[in-house]
């Protein structure tokens, strides 16, 4: 197996990752709520995210501006980090992320899905009350109320295969169509910027990061190339 997306970019790039609070990191094969951040009270939004981060980068006296590269939720925190510190991001990569659209695209039905993404399996570490939980819908309404994209390159990368999941689907939301919708919303991230490519991960469920890592590192190198241009 190859190296990661961190390590392969560390090669050429200075790399940052960071453990939000209340998120979960592994120990082997058992999940754990990471113990390398302050606990804080749940549950949190997007600007919340944003702010701590953009505080953090400060204090670890990280120059910017960034590329973000963002995996799921995190398409909403950077989306609205750009959006509020357009002067610090050169260009985002968004993988199989979150679109600030999903709530309008599922319609009537969202909130089964906004119940599905809150949900924690019982007698996981996302069930205890440090875990981080996220207010999707104060998060997209701030997204919404946020400055406009700035003009850096984005690209977007999207799953062909579905969510992988034991959970049953909630009555009126077949799996099939929690797919559909989710990938059909992926339309507004290509549409933020002009000429953002959207480059489908065949054969990746949605951690496109651990199944085609070398996707995500070219992605990222790409915008870095088109950000220098």
Not at 23 to 29: A, E, H, K, L, P
Not at 82 to 98: E, H, S, W
Not at 106 to 130: H, M, Q
Not at 135 to 144: H, L, N, Y
């Amino acid at each position: 197996m190859g190296p990661t997306v961190p390590e392969a970019l560390a090669s050429g790039h200075r790399v940052c990752a960071y453990d939000r609070p209340g998120t979960i990191r592994y120990s082997g094969d058992t999940p754990v709520l990471t113990d390398r951040s302050t606990p804080v009270p749940q549950p949190r939004t997007a600007a919340d995210v944003v702010a701590e981060l953009h505080a953090l980068l400060a204090a670890a006296e990280v120059p910017g501006p960034y590329l973000l590269t963002a995996h799921s939720l995190g398409g909403l925190f950077a989306q609205l980090y750009a959006r509020t510190y357009p002067g610090d991001v050169r260009g985002i990569v968004f993988v199989d992320a979150f679109s600030a659209t999903i709530p309008e695209m599922f319609g009537a039905r969202w909130p089964l899905y906004r119940d599905i993404l809150s949900a924690a399996p019982p007698g996981t570490p996302l069930d205890r009350p440090e875990a981080e939980k996220i207010d999707v819908d104060r998060s997209v309404a701030q997204v919404g109320a946020a400055g406009p994209m700035p003009a850096v390159p984005i690209v977007v990368l999207t799953k062909t295969e579905p969510f992988q999941t034991a959970l049953p689907p909630p009555p009126g939301l077949p799996w099939e169509d929690t797919n559909r919708l989710y990938e059909q919303a992926e339309t507004a991230l290509v549409q933020l910027r002009p000429d953002t490519p959207q480059v489908f991960a065949t054969g990746s469920d949605h951690y496109i990061q651990w199944h085609d890592p070398d996707l995500v590192v070219a992605a990222t190198e790409l915008v870095a190339h088109r950000a220098a241009e």
